[in-house]
């Protein structure tokens, strides 16, 4: 079974500091999603990484994978209010490809930026 | 681009009372379609998943059914709803090899 655990579960941060959200998986994959969820709301795609070595980057958010050591990692640069929020990490198992994807959710981290 | 309607946004129902949730996309055709629930304060669980009209895979046995009767329409069902049933629902599309887009939700009470 796909174990997805990401750490920390909450951070309370500085605006302006930076700071780094792992996510680990148990088995291999080679396409990992990063998803931000609002309190009460939907969840919105930030990123696809798709192969080993990848990395995107998105205003203050940057994202990378190492599918060798099985770890995504979402980094915060300068920390804003507004990226308040709870991110997860999905990472894909397809049965063949072309086929459904079958994420599993980490358990998310649930981001503080305070003043 | 897809947009994924759900209804309704809140419900509240009484144990053993019957469920139905409608999820309908607009904008593609022949999408991925899934079915996720977020217990409070946790992750997202898989529980159906559709890729055509009437093809239904089911990752968790549960109180729960699902149904596709049409291509952009995905249907989440209960007989008779739990106590546990209670979260909050995502329907979910995808176009190949895209990241899975989500509805708003709808967060279901049973008392």
């Known amino acids: 079974e796909l174990k997805v655990e990401q750490n920390p579960l909450f951070l309370s941060m500085q605006e302006g500091k930076n700071y780094t959200i792992y996510c680990n998986y148990s088995?291999?994959?080679?396409?990992l999603y990063w998803y931000r969820q609002d309190p009460g709301k939907s969840l919105e795609s930030l990123f696809v990484?798709?192969?080993?070595?990848a990395v995107k980057q998105e205003g203050r958010l940057m994202a990378s994978l190492d599918t060798k050591a099985r770890l995504s990692t979402l980094h915060i640069t300068a920390a804003v209010h507004d990226l308040s929020a709870t991110y997860f990490c999905?990472?894909?198992?397809?049965?063949?490809?072309?086929?459904?994807?079958?994420?599993?959710f980490g358990t998310g981290t649930r981001l503080q930026v305070t003043l | 681009s897809q947009t994924i309607h759900q209804w309704p946004a809140t419900l509240v129902q009484p144990v053993g009372s019957p469920l139905s949730l409608e999820c309908t996309v607009e904008?593609?055709?022949?999408?991925?379609l899934y079915w996720y629930r977020q217990a409070a304060g946790r992750g997202l669980q898989l529980l159906f998943y559709?890729?055509?009209?009437?093809?239904i895979s089911s990752e968790v046995p549960q109180n729960l059914s699902a149904s596709r009767p049409q291509d952009r329409q995905f249907i989440l069902s209960s007989k008779k709803l739990l106590l546990s049933d209670s979260g909050f629902y995502l329907c979910?599309?995808?176009?190949?090899?895209?990241?899975?887009?989500f509805g708003n939700g709808t967060r279901l009470t049973v008392t």
């Open positions: 999905a990472v894909d198992i397809r049965v063949t490809t072309g086929t459904a994807s079958k994420l599993t």
């Open positions: 559709s890729v055509g009209i009437g093809q």
């Open positions: 088995t291999t994959s080679d396409r």
């Open positions: 904008g593609t055709s022949n999408p991925n």
């Open positions: 990484l798709l192969s080993n070595g």
């Open positions: 979910a599309g995808q176009l190949y090899n895209s990241p899975l887009h």
